[in-house]
């Protein structure tokens, strides 16, 4: 089965760290380029993180550039989301998402999502 | 940034008849559009790419149009699994990638 599988999130303090995991099966991940989309209770659709398929280029969002980092292990089969300097409005559910092979831009595969409360 | 406006905010639809959505690009993106089906509790699940083109495994009853800055995606015959919030995101100039704030399709 092809799946995505998202792991790590607890609830943190502000100003706290976390690294947040995803899995997958099915497919071969160092084909494809992947991504971090994350969604605020209530609230719409956030892209956040990029990464290339061999993981030597990154792409971030201003809201948390210079704060997360992305990272992939292709033998591992695993996709990273390091956060640091946590804040409330990071709380979300963070989705990793595989980058679209025919259609490089869209989100063709998206785990179940992985909630990330931070506190005050 | 290419921002992404999605109308209207929520649209009442009676089973069977047809839903409208529309989305609207701040500056050309050609067909470098996608939409996004979502339930609650469920992550995204991408419907159309390519401003037209249905993924695998959509039915025909969905069907999206359009190219430049408007868009528009078509549900006939809303079915029940229908409703559920669909959102527009441009992939032509990124990063970012952008989406919409969503259309809410809501049974009448």
């Known amino acids: 089965e092809v799946k995505l599988v998202e792991s790590g999130g607890a609830l943190v303090q502000s100003g706290g760290s976390l690294r947040l995991s995803c899995i997958v099966s099915?497919?071969?991940?160092?084909?494809?380029?992947m991504s971090w989309v994350r969604q605020s209770p209530g609230k719409g659709l956030e892209w956040i993180a990029y990464i290339n398929s061999g993981g030597e280029t990154t792409f971030y969002a201003d809201s948390v550039k210079g704060r997360f980092t992305v990272s992939r292990d292709n033998a591992r089969r695993s996709l990273y989301l390091q956060m640091n300097s946590l804040r409330v409005e990071d709380t979300a559910v963070y989705y990793c998402?595989?980058?679209?092979?025919?259609?490089?831009?869209?989100?063709?595969?998206w785990g179940q999502g992985t909630l990330v409360p931070v506190s005050s | 940034e290419i921002l992404m406006t999605q109308s209207p905010g929520t649209l009442s639809v009676s089973p069977g008849e047809r839903a409208t959505l529309s989305c609207r690009a701040s500056q050309s993106i050609s067909i470098n559009l996608a939409w996004y089906q979502q339930k609650p509790g469920q992550p995204p699940r991408l419907l159309i790419y390519r401003a037209s083109t249905r993924a695998t495994g959509v039915p025909a009853r969905f069907s999206g149009s359009g190219s430049g800055t408007d868009f528009t995606l078509s549900i006939n015959g809303l079915q029940s699994e229908d409703f559920a919030v669909y959102y527009c995101q441009q992939y032509s100039n990124w990063p970012p990638y952008t989406f919409g704030q969503g259309t809410k399709v809501e049974i009448k």
């Open positions: 998402a595989r980058v679209g092979f025919a259609v490089a831009g869209t989100f063709d595969l």
């Open positions: 099915g497919f071969t991940l160092s084909s494809y380029e």
